[in-house]
């Protein structure tokens, strides 16, 4: 573990002080919230895999680490980094930001973008059916006519009922909660068969929150609606074409890949919905 | 005598009294004190309207919030989500009207072999009415689902109403007992030498006044209650609240959220006023 620390930092050493040379500073200079550092928001708690721990200063997990990549591309090494924490809804909501951007799980959606700003992609998302065992014991497939007999359970906030409706249209209206960790408690008191969430997060929830979970199955990559995570800019906010060509930077050099490889592991054992 | 009064006894006709200078210089106040009122509102309405539009965020604000596109589409959906509301408390009003009186009379146990029903009572009271709402229904709707009850009994819909009943219950029991404390002790003891038993004292002598006099405080509660009802949504049911959130997700606008607010509010403003019509109508009794 220790090794393991001391190993990425060195190699996280390594970049800052190859890509702060190679930044361009001119581009971000100005037009951050406060002057020389910038502000990033996440939520809280932050979740695996995208925060370890909860705690984003470390750099650990998906989206720590890419905040930090994006940032030192853009000229801020990690003592210019300060992290400040919002609510999902808070960040969607019209009006000046008190980040200068913030980055946990946000879709990218048309609707959302009339209020906020998105950058370009940094993750794309398979969504998956998480279930309990009991159920896959009663009976249910990763087929569409079995997801359509479940009862569903959603995070109502997010794109999940919107998906769902599109994908499984099941046969009865989803009962809704505020978050995924709710669903997740609505899953033990069986008060559902099934939720739908990002495959890390599936996996997540599926090893730790419950005891006997079950990623039934994951819905392709660019089925008919993609998912694709952007960082969330205040309307209007030039900061975000200094982001963008970060992440086309870092998609670029296969750097954003590494990153995803080290923190997302594939999930090679969840069959695909047909 | 007015010169109106003075022309018809000069006439021979019954005289008809007309105002009197009293009653003219009140009606004068009162039409004055009219126009100052509505000048006055008026006035400040015409500020609001007028300043708020030149604040500078004035265009995002009404995008996001005034958007008459959005409240025209969610608008029916959101009335449809409402229903639920109206119906869980339909289903909780009566039973946290029983519940709460069984235990006010508990506490009211005034045999000393009925101690542990008062101390119940109390009991539960302090801890029901101690705890926030959105507490007992995540640990009532998400606990007692966990322990493994089978479909349809764990259903978020009884689990959510049992947590409001046990909240709203200890505050009605509260309000019954005042009112019962309120009855003096006189009529106890005429009622006793009546030969009345307790039980017939209450029934009969203590609780139709005592709960007459507390309807009012208890119509507070009802208007309380139908707003906390959208806490059940925490649990799963997808009410009103759930509704214009999820609608707000979709439209990235939060119109659905002032819908929502007008179809709450053309319920309980009737209810408010009718309420403080009673409390008048009782006030005036008394004195």
């Known amino acids: 573990m220790i090794f393991g620390k001391i190993g990425i930092s060195a190699i996280l050493v390594l970049i800052f002080a190859a890509s702060t040379a190679a930044a361009d500073e001119s581009c971000a200079a100005g037009k951050t919230l406060k002057d020389g550092v910038l502000t990033i928001a996440t939520g809280n708690p932050a979740y695996f895999p995208w925060v370890i721990d909860n705690d984003p200063v470390s750099g650990k997990g998906f989206e720590a680490a890419v905040a930090y990549e994006i940032a030192a591309r853009m000229g801020f090494d990690r003592d210019h980094v300060e992290w400040t924490s919002t609510t999902f809804d808070q960040a969607i909501q019209p009006g000046p930001k008190e980040f200068d951007f913030n980055l946990q799980q946000y879709s990218i959606t048309e609707e959302r973008d009339q209020t906020i700003d998105f950058s370009a992609p940094y993750y794309a998302a398979a969504q998956a059916v998480l279930v309990r065992q009991p159920t896959v014991d009663g009976g249910a497939t990763p087929t569409l006519a079995s997801l359509k007999a479940l009862k569903w359970g959603l995070a109502a906030g997010t794109t999940a009922p919107a998906l769902v409706q599109e994908l499984v249209a099941p046969d009865s209206a989803p009962l809704l909660y505020d978050e995924t960790a709710d669903t997740a408690e609505a899953l033990k008191a069986g008060q559902i068969d099934a939720t739908m969430m990002d495959l890390p997060t599936a996996l997540f929830t599926a090893a730790v929150l419950l005891d006997d979970g079950v990623v039934l199955g994951q819905f392709p990559k660019g089925a008919e609606a993609p998912d694709s995570f952007g960082l969330v800019f205040e309307e209007g906010n030039p900061l975000r074409d200094c982001a963008n060509e970060a992440i086309a930077a870092m998609t670029e050099d296969g750097k954003l890949a590494a990153i995803e490889a080290e923190w997302l592991q594939e999930a090679t054992g969840v069959p695909v919905i047909e | ?287």
């Open chain 2, 1 to 287: 005598m007015t010169p109106d009064g003075m022309k018809d006894a000069a006439a021979g006709l019954k005289p008809v009294r007309g105002p009197t200078r009293r009653e003219v210089r009140e009606a004068r106040l009162r039409r004055r004190s009219m126009l100052i009122a509505a000048a006055s509102t008026a006035f400040v309405v015409t500020l609001v309207v007028g300043l708020v539009p030149m604040a500078p965020g004035w265009e995002r604000v009404q995008k996001s919030f005034f958007n008459p596109d959005i409240f025209a589409e969610t608008f029916p959906g959101l009335l449809g989500a409402f229903l639920l509301d109206v119906m869980i408390f339909a289903w909780c009003a009566p039973m946290i009207a029983v519940l709460g009186l069984v235990i006010a009379l508990a506490r009211d146990a005034r045999s000393p072999a009925l101690f542990p029903l008062r101390l119940f009572g109390t009991i539960y009271n302090d801890v029901f009415r101690g705890v926030p709402v959105i507490l007992v229904i995540y640990l009532v709707g998400f606990g007692i689902p966990g322990l493994g009850l089978p479909r349809p009994w764990n259903s978020p819909y009884i689990w959510g109403t049992v947590a409001v009943v046990l909240t709203y219950s200890a505050y009605v029991a509260e309000v019954y007992r005042t009112g019962i404390e309120s009855i003096h002790e006189s009529q106890r003891a005429a009622a006793t030498s009546l030969g009345l038993s307790h039980w017939d004292t209450m029934r009969y002598v203590i609780l139709p006044q005592a709960i007459r006099r507390v309807i009012p405080a208890n119509m507070n509660l009802l208007i309380a209650l139908q707003k906390d009802v959208a806490l059940l949504s925490f649990i799963g049911p997808v009410e009103i609240l759930r509704q214009a959130g999820v609608y707000k997700s979709i439209h990235a606008n939060f119109t659905p959220y002032l819908g929502a607010a007008l179809i709450f509010l053309a319920v309980t403003v009737p209810a408010t006023r009718a309420v403080d019509r009673m409390i008048a109508r009782q006030n005036k009794a008394r004195s």
